[in-house]
T-cell receptor, first 114, second 112 residues
Framework: DSGVTQTPKHLITATGQRVTLRCSPR?????VYWYQQSLDQGLQFLIQ???????AKGNILERFSAQQFPDLHSELNLSSLELGDSALYFC?????????????FGPGTRLTVL | KNQVEQSPQSLIILEGKNCTLQ??????????LRWYKQDTGRGPVSLTI?????NTKSNGRYTATLDADTKQSSLHITASQLSDSASYIC???????????FGKGTHLIIQP
């Protein structure tokens, strides 16, 4: 158990819908990362927040957005869902944002878009 | 373009045998390289991290090597166990939006 929690564990929805994925980082961690992992793809970095502020942005679609709240939990919002958005979405946290900081991954949310 | 290539894509070995997984990268500038183990349906867990000056690092039966000159790393697993069945992901920090470039992983299956 990494100490990072994600909800829900599974999510099934239809194309065109909007969903929100939630992540609670490890106690004391200030940095939160979001990743997408499709069936045949490696982990794709989406976005990073550090202490409430956006720190880095990766291959995140305009239909996707995220935020980190004052209590440091984070939400990833996915809208106008398409079949291709079906994937595992991981959240990771680290104490700071430095290069040597290990990221601790949550168990993931499996999103299925029908 | 920053890239991390892992080989083989998949590997099946018998329990008790050793194996070596490869990671080649073109990430520049280089900061560090980390190997993760990801069990099916679960989040990755860090095994080792290596910086530019480190050549070898061990974590139990896992030994990682790094050749910064040739930009190659390997992960050697000794006396494999059934619980080693997982995907092993090589991640290099240096370039990219957050400085992280992920390999697609090697899917390892240990057979009894």
């Amino acid at each position: 158990d990494s100490g990072v929690t994600q909800t829900p564990k599974h999510l099934i929805t239809a194309t065109g819908q909007r969903v929100t994925l939630r992540c609670s980082p490890r106690s004391g961690d200030l940095s939160v990362y979001w990743y997408q992992q499709s069936l045949d793809q490696g982990l794709q970095f989406l976005i990073q927040y550090y202490n409430g502020e956006e720190r880095a942005k990766g291959n995140i679609l305009e239909r996707f957005s995220a935020q980190q709240f004052p209590d440091l939990h984070s939400e990833l919002n996915l809208s106008s869902l398409e079949l291709g958005d079906s994937a595992l979405y991981f959240c990771a946290s680290s104490p700071k944002a430095g290069a040597l900081n290990e990221q601790f991954f949550g168990p993931g949310t499996r999103l299925t878009v029908l | 373009k920053n890239q991390v290539e892992q080989s083989p894509q998949s590997l099946i070995i018998l329990e008790g045998k050793n194996c070596t997984l490869q990671c080649n990268y073109t990430v520049s500038p280089f900061s560090n390289l980390r190997w993760y183990k990801q069990d099916t349906g679960r989040g990755p867990v860090s095994l080792t991290i290596m910086t530019f000056s480190e050549n070898t690092k061990s974590n139990g039966r896992y030994t990682a090597t790094l050749d910064a000159d040739t930009k190659q790393s390997s992960l050697h697993i000794t006396a494999s166990q059934l619980s080693d069945s997982a995907s092993y992901i090589c991640v290099v920090r240096g370039g990219g939006a957050d400085g992280l470039t992920f390999g697609k992983g090697t899917h390892l299956i240990i057979q009894p």
